[in-house]
């Protein structure tokens, strides 16, 4: 084997030379034509290499483009540069259609995101032109898949370029080959071994320039494409934003191009006026207002684009609600890319509460102007400094003084006396600076002419919005003539007109002074509540006029009988009261109430009549029965009452039984409340017999009460109760609806008809429509009212005697029957009684009871049938208990009478049983 070496080579060039010349020659051409076309084939490739890298940044650019106009679109609602957008895309989409260097798949993947892209900002834009915000985050995602796609494309370059140097490289190795064949020509080939050697190395600076310029290319294409995705997420992000705060402002605001059209508006405007913002942006002021507001609206915008800057001005508008509002305009005018007006901005203030406000503030300010210069009262104001800066016409007349003489003068030299001025001024200063709450003053002023007049002050301090004292404000009376009434302002007060007497206000004071010496020394003390009897029927009899002067006559019997011992006064229209000091124990003071009991009773000659009164006296002793002035009037007052339900013309003390007894009654009081709705009252009826035939022609319903703790509780016992809390109004009308109900009910079961009596109240009498209630209980019931009987007391008759004949004639009218309850036990008035359209006269059980032991009682009875019988009238005798006590009715032609003889009064259920058994005739007695 021939080992390679200097002196091998060259015997193999002298021997082998020529041939090896033709072949390196031939191989050398060979190459040279195959190198050739491999140079072309790389040199191609890589020029196409260039040119697609040039289409990919050519796309990418125009994608950009197109995404950042579609983007400026959309924010200003501007469909025609949008359309233009997505044509541009569209554009982008067919230029990579035509390259053959993409693959399917990389190709399909582009068209496909933007086409996405495009699909993603045509909705976002009917989303906006819905009035809806559009979604960021979705574009974002379609334009950073195109992004993606873009990149994947730069990178397919890379690797055909290097798959072409890689060929390069294998042209070499050929190259390295061919060099034996070579060697022998080299001699002859030097110059074109050397253009080849100069041709690769142009060559491979080429290719590391053209290596060096695609990296930066990409490099910049990333970067660019890097900073256009940052720049439009930050401009989405800053429209989103901007979007927010605009939308999140309460007060309208909206755009507008140099044309007029809105170009985009808040939620505030589209709330405002009732308009989507779709519907808002391309309008004019013409499609949101009535014309002749929008015209007013165009030409301030007008305006405002000629001048430019801002403008402020007040309108009315018309909101949704259509009720017209006062807004304030706030506009600017915004400047395009030219830097020339694009158009203006415009916000709104409703103003309409501050004008109302501003209106009213005017409106309260002349109202209290007038006020105060209507006023009766001086009224001043005053600065810090003291000078008067305002006085109100009231003042000037007080005065006696001009506006222009008061106005600019220290107040002192009005409303203090010149002696004084230095010391007004000196405290006025201290109050300004130590602000002292304000009490009113009483000062004597002098008028111009030297008049003296007496003024009262009420002042108060005027602060500023700071809270700081501004001035003073004064309310001047002229009390002259209010200072010289109050002696007689205060005798009004504490005396009685009528008497002389003390009022109760006065004895009250009397009284306290009276119990607190008594509770300072340890001495006794009492009071006399008196109450004249009766004395109603004296006012009834004889009219006001001549029982005002019967209580001024004994106001001074008792006054004369009283003399120095103590106070009296008068406390009401028949009741006076005595106040003593200093008293040695009950027995004195029963000797000072005997003497006014005696006084009361002294005959009084008044219009030719003579009158003889009777008073009824509580007791109260301090400490015993109180403490304080209020508790001993009152208890005087219990003691009062007790001593008239016992005996008229009497007095008593007060005790503690009483107070137990005030409080028993007031319980009953509370029973007595829920006795009628808890169901606890029921009727009795009580048979009454018509004398001469002895037949059962009515029966008279009397109450009962069945308490589940206290009992039966006697009619004597809760009846006076009922009165008193004017109980007896329900209580009664229930009365009047079962008596007339259970009649009518006795009659439908087939019974005979019988006349119910009812007992009926002074109350109930009194009531303005007690004839209305009566007419609709019948009416209700069904009850004829021939089958009715009201009983009615005489001492309720002679009550409101003019008003009850009227009442008793419009019953009458009804068909009702009217009796008179208790005869003889009142002082009874004959010539009233004719009056009166009653059917019957019942005689009181109290003559009945003794009609056989007691001759009076027979008389007076026997007298009562008389009369009654002669006025034509019914009598009717209760309490019969005794044959003897029916045989007397009887012989003295009484026509019917009722009593336990006959039977106890039945409960409802019975009546029907007694009915059957009470024959006609049954009850006769045969003389």
């Known amino acids: 084997m021939i080992r390679p070496s200097p002196k091998n080579f060259v015997r193999f060039v002298k021997t082998q030379g020529h041939y090896l010349a033709i072949v390196f020659s031939v191989a050398l051409l060979l190459l040279a034509l195959n190198f050739a076309g491999v140079a072309e084939n790389f040199v191609a490739s890589d020029f196409e290499f260039h040119q697609n890298s040039r289409a990919i940044i050519k796309i990418n650019l125009i994608f950009q483009r197109a995404y950042g106009q579609a983007l400026e679109a959309l924010q200003k609602g501007d469909a025609e540069r949008f359309e233009e957008a997505l044509d541009l895309m569209d554009a982008a989409i067919g230029y990579a259609g035509t390259r053959d260097y993409f693959s399917r798949e990389t190709l399909q993947a582009l068209t496909t995101a933007i086409e996405q892209t495009m699909d993603s900002l045509s909705l976002q834009f009917e989303q906006v032109a819905a009035g809806a915000g559009f979604d960021g985050a979705a574009l974002d995602e379609a334009a950073q898949k195109a992004a993606e796609i873009f990149t ?24 390295h080959k061919a060099k034996g064949y070579l060697a022998c020509l080299a001699a002859f080939m030097v110059l074109l071994s050397l253009l080849l050697v100069y041709t690769a190395s142009r060559r491979n ?31 989405e992000e800053k429209s989103r934003l901007l979007r927010t705060i605009i939308d999140t402002i309460p007060a309208p605001i909206y755009y507008k191009d140099t044309a007029g059209r809105y170009l985009d508006c808040n939620r505030a405007f589209e709330g405002f006026f009732g308009i989507p913002r779709a519907r808002v942006i391309g309008a004019t002021a013409f499609d949101v207002a009535p014309p002749d507001l929008a015209g007013l609206y165009e030409r301030s915008d007008r305006e405002l684009l000629g001048q430019g800057g801002t403008q402020v001005y007040e309108a009315s508008v018309i909101p949704a609600e259509g009720q017209k509002r006062e807004v304030m305009f706030h506009k600017g005018v915004f400047a395009n890319a030219a830097g020339m007006p694009g158009g203006l901005v415009g916000t709104m203030v409703d103003i309409t509460e501050r004008r109302r406000a501003e209106e009213a503030l005017q409106a309260s300010k002349e109202y209290y102007q007038t006020l105060v210069e209507a006023l009766p009262h001086g009224v001043l104001e005053c600065d810090t400094e003291g000078r ?77 919005k700071a809270g700081e004292v501004s001035g003073i404000i004064a309310v001047v ?28 206000n ?37 009219g006001f006029e001549r029982g005002n002067e019967v209580v001024g006559l004994l106001a001074l019997q008792l006054r004369e009988a009283l003399g120095e011992r103590g106070v009296i006064a008068r406390i009401g229209g028949d009741k006076f009261a005595c106040a003593l000091p200093e008293l040695s124990g009950e027995s004195e003071i029963e000797q000072v109430a005997g003497n006014l009991l005696a006084a009361v009773g002294r005959p009084l000659h008044i219009g030719g009549h003579e009158l003889q009164c009777s008073a009824s006296i509580g007791i109260a002793m301090y400490p015993m ?19 008239k339900s016992q005996t008229r013309g009497s007095c008593s003390f007060y005790s503690e039984d009483m107070k137990r007894g005030e409080m028993q009654r007031l319980a009953l009081e509370t029973h007595l409340r829920h006795a009628l709705p808890r169901n606890e009252l029921a009727l009795h009826y009580q048979p009454q017999v018509h004398i001469a035939s002895g037949r059962t022609v009515g029966v008279e319903a009397l109450l009962r009460w069945s308490h589940p703790e206290l009992g039966m509780v006697s009619p004597a016992t809760f009846i006076p109760v009922a009165e008193e809390s004017a109980l007896i109004l329900p209580i009664g009308q229930w009365i009047l609806e079962t008596a007339c109900r259970q009649a009518r009910s006795w009659q439908d079961d087939g019974l005979p008809p019988i006349r119910v009596s009812v007992n009926i109240s002074g109350l109930q009498l009194k009531q303005p429509h007690f004839v209305d209630l009566m007419e609709q209980t019948l009416r209700r019931t069904g009850l004829g009212p021939e089958w009715l009987e009201l009983e009615l007391t005489e001492t309720i008759m002679m009550e409101n005697t003019e008003d009850n ?123």
Request: glycine share 6%; charged share 25%; hydrophobic share 40%.
């Open 506 to 542: 006065k004895f009250r004071e009397c009284l306290e002074q009276i119990v607190g010496e008594a509770r300072e020394f340890g001495w006794q003390a009492g009071v006399l509540f008196l109450d004249l009897d009766r004395f109603k029927h004296v006012n009834d009899l004889l």
């Open 388 to 464: 008067i800066v305002f006085v109100n016409t009231a003042l000037c007349r007080i005065k006696g003084q001009s506006a222009e003489e008061l106005v600019g003068t220290p107040w002192w030299r009005v409303l203090v006396d010149p002696a004084r001025h230095q010391q007004a001024a000196e405290k006025f200063a201290q109050i300004l600076c130590e602000a002292p709450a304000p009490t009113p003053q009483v000062r004597t002023i002098s008028r111009p002419g030297g008049q003296r007049i007496e003024v009262q002050i009420d002042w108060d301090y005027l602060r500023n």
């Open 805 to 927: 004949i009227r009442t008793l004639y419009q019953l009458k009218a009804l068909g009702v029957h009217l009796s008179m309850d208790d005869f003889g036990t009142g002082y009874s008035s004959l010539s009233y009684l004719k009056r009166f359209p009653i059917d019957k006269l019942k005689i009181d059980r109290s003559f009945v009871r003794d009609l056989m032991t007691d001759p009076d009682d027979g008389a007076i009875a026997e007298t009562i049938i008389a009369m009654a019988h002669g006025l034509g009238l019914e009598v009717i005798a209760e309490g019969v208990e005794t044959a003897d006590q029916l045989e007397f009715l009887q012989a003295r032609h009484c026509d019917k009478c009722q009593g336990y003889f006959f039977s106890k009064p039945l409960p409802a259920a019975e009546i029907p049983a007694f009915l059957s058994r009470s024959l006609p005739g049954s009850w006769v007695v045969h003389l």
């Open 205 to 235: 600076r080429a290719e590391r320039a053209l290596q060096q310029a695609n990296a930066d290319l990409e490099r910049r294409v990333a970067e660019r494409t890097e900073e256009l995705t940052e720049s439009t997420r930050r401009l």
């Open 477 to 504: 009376t002229d009390i002259t003539e209010q200072r010289q009434s109050k002696q007689t302002l205060e005798s009004l007060a504490y005396f009685d007109p009528l008497t002389g007497l003390p009022n109760r």
């Open 152 to 175: 994947s494309l730069s990178n397919e370059d890379v690797n055909n370029w290097t798959t072409t140097k890689l060929f390069g490289q294998h042209l070499d190795a050929r190259f």
């Open 625 to 643: 029965a109180g403490q304080d002035a209020d508790t001993l009037l009152q208890n005087a007052d219990s003691a009062m009452h007790q001593a």
